[in-house]
C-alpha cells in the first residue's frame, strides 16, 4: 500500500503510470484476502481487517478521483471550435470523467455504509467522491428521494468540514515530528521500500 500511496502521489505530480498501478491494486487485494484466511496475520497487528480494507479503498478511492480530474482537464484543453468527431470524442471524455467519479462515489458508499468504524482520513476522501458525483449534474432529485443534489451537496461539505475539524483537533495536541511522522507513512515512501 505504502507503494501505491507513493504511485499515486508521483501521479498528482503528473508523471503518467508507468509502473502498472492497477496491477498492484490487485495484488494489495489478493494479499488482503489471503491475510484474512490466516489467524493473527502480522498486518492486523495494528490494525483491523476493516481499516485495512479502507486504507486499500481509499487509496482506490484517490486514483479513480485523479483519472476522473485527468479525463476533465483533458477535455478542458480541447478547442472551442470543435469538428463532429471532436465533439463525440469530448462527449466520451466527459463519459470517462463521469465514470471514474461513479466508481469512487460507490466504492465511498460502502465504506460509509457497511464499516461500523471509518478512518478519519478515509472518511473525508470518500465524502469528496460523493460531493464530486453530486456536483457533476449525473444525479438528479428524482435519484436522491426529490431531494435537491445541491441541499445534498452542501450537507456533504457540512460533513467533511466536520471530520476535518476532528482530525485538526486531534492532532494539534501532537508535535511536529509525530505530525510529519503520520503524513509520510501514510503518503509512501520509496526510500524505506528497502528496509
Known amino acids: 500500500l505504502g507503494r501505491i500511496k507513493g504511485l499515486l502521489l508521483l501521479m498528482k505530480m503528473g508523471y503518467e503510470d508507468e509502473w502498472g498501478i492497477d496491477e498492484l491494486f490487485e495484488d494489495a487485494r489478493i494479499a488482503l484476502n489471503a491475510a484474512l484466511r490466516t489467524t493473527d496475520h502480522a498486518?492486523?497487528?495494528?490494525?483491523?481487517p476493516a481499516g485495512q480494507m479502507q486504507r486499500l479503498d481509499s487509496a482506490l478511492i484517490e486514483y479513480n478521483l485523479l483519472q476522473?480530474?485527468?479525463?476533465?482537464?483533458?477535455?478542458?484543453?480541447?478547442?472551442?471550435?470543435?469538428?463532429?468527431?471532436?465533439?463525440?470524442?469530448q462527449e466520451e471524455q466527459q463519459h470517462d470523467e463521469n465514470y471514474y467519479v461513479l466508481k469512487a462515489a460507490t466504492i465511498a458508499i460502502r465504506m460509509l455504509v457497511e464499516d461500523d468504524y471509518v478512518i478519519g482520513k478515509a472518511a473525508v476522501l470518500a465524502l469528496k467522491a460523493l460531493i464530486d458525483?453530486?456536483?457533476?449534474g449525473t444525479v438528479t432529485a428524482d435519484e436522491m428521494a426529490g431531494v435537491d443534489p445541491s441541499d445534498i451537496r452542501s450537507l456533504l461539505f457540512q460533513y467533511r468540514n466536520r471530520i476535518n475539524e476532528a482530525l485538526s483537533l486531534s492532532s494539534s495536541g501532537k508535535d511536529l515530528i509525530t505530525r510529519s511522522s503520520f503524513e509520510a507513512a501514510n503518503i509512501g515512501d520509496f526510500s524505506m521500500e528497502d528496509f
Open 43 to 48: 498486518l492486523f497487528k495494528d490494525l483491523e
Open 133 to 136: 458525483l453530486v456536483s457533476s
Open 68 to 89: 476522473a480530474s485527468k479525463a476533465q482537464e483533458e477535455a478542458r484543453d480541447e478547442t472551442s471550435s470543435l469538428s463532429q468527431q471532436q465533439h463525440y470524442q
